[in-house]
Nanobody
């Protein structure tokens, strides 16, 4: 198993940037696909971004393409989500997720979850 802890959330003005971090425990980090999801109050958990075992294999939900970048540093057991040009509709709790499988864009494809970090974008 892997334990995930997110950090880096906070309050930012629309148009600003935040960088989220996900620290993963365990020796097998490189064997996991990693993802970011988000969930706003009253909404279902929404896929944001994912990658495989290295940078350059990322995919994103359409609403964040060109604004968000997922990356990972396997040597540090870290996954990041750089968020630029933030909009109020990006406000949500952001969750880091991991799977030993192939992943996907629905939460049920992911096996391990962090506790989340709050991102609030003010207008």
């Amino acid at each position: 198993q892997v334990q995930l802890i997110e950090s880096g959330g906070g309050l930012v003005q629309a148009g600003g940037s935040l960088s989220l971090s996900c620290a993963a425990s365990g020796r097998t980090f490189r064997g996991y696909r990693m993802a970011w999801f988000r969930q706003a109050p009253g909404m279902e958990r929404e896929f944001v971004a994912a990658n495989r075992y290295s940078n350059g294999s990322a995919y994103y939900t359409d609403s964040v393409k060109g604004r968000f970048t997922i990356s990972r540093d396997n040597a540090k057991n870290m996954v990041y989500l750089q968020m630029n040009s933030l909009k109020p509709e990006d406000t949500a709790v952001y969750y880091c997720a991991a799977t030993r499988g192939f992943g996907g864009t629905t939460p049920d494809r992911w096996d391990y979850w962090g506790r989340g970090t709050q991102v609030t974008v003010s207008s």
